[in-house]
């Protein structure tokens, strides 16, 4: 039997990245004293910061690259899949409790031994992660309109990094923010004095707006009553890892 791991759509053309990696036959492994199955090794998703890294420092200052899971079919947490690296140091989690960012530790020593990434629970459903660019907002609750446009730029240079200018004109373009507004939160438009209510989050989690800042003009001020607790650039295309072992 072959386990792959996967990524989808804009992420291999974004990335560079082979549609999937294939793995030899003998990937059930127990740990302990559990069955547990390979999707990965450390370095299929090492690559993809690596990846990252190499576009032109002007177009990921103020970028980082992030990766925010679920367990498919039902929209779980991703914890329940208990994702570990295999490491000869001990397993390491990438998922946390309630928290769906997955957090991987970037080492030498890591890559160097390049360990499996198992999952080890809620066998026969598969986590995937969404990748994001986070942007850094200095003022914290608020932002410009030029601050969003030149975000936009950034991810559209970095796809002109990728494939060159003629290719890129094939290439979507990006167009929208991901802005998580915190419990409570009041998220608005204000343009020359005019205040427009964009979404009031009323929840005790997070809540994730889409903003398209070309429907505003550039001096539009786009503010929370709250710090913001964070805003992504939406890369175009569907950009998506899935941790999937082969049936």
């Known amino acids: ?3 792959t791991f996967r990524t989808f759509s804009l992420v291999t053309a974004f990335f560079c990245l082979p549609v999937h990696v294939a793995y030899a036959a003998d990937e059930h492994v127990t740990v302990a004293g559990k069955p547990a199955v390979r999707v990965a090794t450390y370095k299929d998703v090492a690559h993809l910061y690596e990846r990252f890294e ?9 970028l980082s690259l992030h990766f925010t899971g ?4 039902d929209h779980e947490l991703p914890s329940k899949a208990r994702l570990v690296i295999h490491s000869k140091q001990g397993d390491i989690p990438l998922f946390f409790g309630t928290d769906r960012e997955m957090h991987f530790p970037r080492t030498a020593q890591l890559v160097a031994e390049n360990p499996p990434i198992l999952q080890t ?4 459903h598969n986590v995937r992660t969404e990748l994001s660019l986070r942007v850094e907002v200095p003022q914290g ?4 309109g030029v601050q969003a446009r030149h975000w936009l730029a950034q991810i559209n240079a970095c796809i002109r990094d990728l494939t060159g200018v003629i290719l890129s004109w094939l290439m979507p373009d990006a167009h929208r923010l ?3 507004l915190a419990p409570g939160a009041r998220f608005e438009a204000v343009t ?10 009323a929840g005790k989690e997070p809540m994730t707006v889409l903003l398209r800042p070309q429907d505003y003009s550039e001096g539009t001020i786009f503010r929370s009553t709250k710090p913001f607790a964070q805003v ?8 998506y890892l899935t941790f999937t072992p082969d049936r």
């Open 232 to 239: 992504r650039v939406r890369i175009p295309g569907d950009a």
């Open 1 to 3: 039997m072959t386990r």
């Open 70 to 73: 679920e367990l498919l079919p």
């Open 121 to 124: 629970v809620s066998m026969g």
């Open 141 to 144: 609750d608020r932002f410009t």
């Open 192 to 201: 020359g004095g005019h205040v427009t209510l964009l979404a009031s989050n």
């Open 178 to 180: 991901k802005v998580d």
């Open 54 to 62: 190499k576009f032109p420092a002007a177009a990921r200052e103020g």
